[in-house]
């Protein structure tokens, strides 16, 4: 029976003026609050509502005892838990962005830490038209390389490279992230949106990422790899909320997935169902892990003798929705545009260190791996 594990991870993002939030549709972003479910609270603050550590210790009206700020009902409140009322000329310009030691040894594919998903980056757009100059929602993608990045082509086939933001980094409440933007959105000339024939796509970023403990990039399995019934997971995004046009909350869902034998796999799946080659995983859906903005974001499973480094099986799709119980989700196949991938990459000198597990490891490596079990 194959099982579906939801764990709930809650990313909050600051910027330095909030006064309410609500929930909105989860195609527009900029992120990282954690409104609570309670009312807003009514009291006046005489400086600027931020998140408690976007304001600098000390200038917090009144100053906050200790390091961290634990809510207490005879100081000054802010609309939402966790904002505290600074000083205006304390508060800190936006979102902190990564200042952290880069990891110069740091293989694909690895997690340093639990619930941590280093290669997972967020596709944004922007919108001519918008004067709140936010950034929107568009899909997820994954890092295989420090300026590269691997998504379905259905997300940005219509998109200007020039509206497109991508951000790494984002994963936990004083998260350090980054935005770099895109200089080349590369696509297979026969991509079909409908049927998600060759949906894939690499973004080419304007500039490297610096890799850290949270910004890593993921192996990208050999040709030929078969990940039939591997215990493996995805990440996605359930719920949003935006702040006076600019900060969102973000609840970020993971489930482990087992991959569906691929001769099994066109049997499950519904009357349209995407042309071949493609991956099926999931197909028990519970409501604590609906992973509605998951479409973009990878399928990684362990590699075998290395159980906290992991390659990059599939890009979800076509996620299974909360109303699809055990229906599948499904995944574009990586390992059969592993060559298409590799000439896009060689052409642009991109290190094959960045995205082959095996260069590090030879003893692992193998011309192609199959993950069958049973």
Same mark, same amino acid.
């Given at each position: ?6 764990t709930?991870?809650? /990313? /909050? ?11 909105? &549709? ?6 990282e609050?954690?409104p ?27 100053p906050?005892?200790?390091? !961290? ?13 966790? %904002? ?26 690895? !997690?340093?830490?639990? !619930? ?7 596709? %944004? ?24 990045? /691997? ?36 696509? !297979? ?21 610096? /890799?850290?403990?949270?910004?890593? &990039? ?37 489930g ?46 362990p590699?075998?003798?290395s159980?906290?480094h992991? %390659? ?30 590799n000439q ?10 960045? %995205? ?19």
């Open positions: 029976m194959l099982q579906q594990l939801g709930f991870l809650i /990313l /909050l993002v600051a910027a330095a003026h909030f006064t309410s939030c609500t929930e909105v &549709p989860t195609d527009r972003v900029d992120p609050t954690e609570t479910e309670q009312q807003p609270r009514n009291r006046t603050c005489n400086g600027i509502c931020v998140i408690y550590f976007q304001c600098h210790e000390n200038k917090i009206v009144p906050m005892l200790g390091k !961290r700020f634990v809510p207490d009902d005879s100081e000054p409140e802010c609309p939402y838990r966790k %904002y505290v009322c600074c000083e205006k000329r304390s508060a800190l310009e936006g979102p902190r962005t990564t200042t952290g030691k880069p990891t110069s040894d740091a293989k694909c594919g690895f !997690r340093s830490r639990k !619930r941590t998903f280093p290669w997972m980056v967020i596709v %944004y757009r922007e919108e001519l038209d918008d004067p709140t100059n936010q950034l929107f929602y568009q899909c997820g993608a994954s890092l295989i390389a420090p300026n590269v990045a /691997l998504t379905v082509a259905h997300c940005v086939l219509d998109q200007p490279k020039e509206r497109l933001v991508i951000r790494a980094g984002e994963w936990r409440l004083e998260t350090e992230h980054q935005n770099r933007r895109v200089a080349q959105l590369i696509t !297979r000339k026969a991509s079909n949106v409908h049927s998600l024939a060759n949906d894939v796509a690499l973004i080419v970023l304007s500039e490297p990422f610096q /890799l850290t403990e949270t910004i890593q &990039p993921i192996c990208l399995p050999p040709k030929g790899t078969s990940f039939d019934r591997s215990d493996c997971f995805t990440v996605g995004w359930d719920r949003i909320i935006v702040c006076d046009g600019y900060a969102m909350l973000v609840k970020r869902t993971w482990e997935q087992a991959v569906v034998p691929h001769d099994v796999c066109p049997h499950v799946l519904p009357p349209m169902r995407p042309v071949q080659p493609f991956l099926c995983a999931g197909g028990v859906i519970t409501q604590d892990m609906c992973p509605r903005n998951s479409t973009g974001f990878p399928l990684v499973c590699i075998p003798g159980p906290h992991y %390659y990059q099986a599939g890009i979800v799709a076509m996620p299974n929705g909360c109303d699809d119980n055990g229906a599948p989700g499904i995944f574009v196949q990586v390992a059969h545009y592993r060559d298409w991938i896009q990459l060689v052409q642009r000198k991109i290190p094959a260190r960045d %995205y082959i597990y095996e260069i590090a490891n030879t003893k692992l490596s193998k011309p192609s791996q199959s993950f069958m079990s049973g």
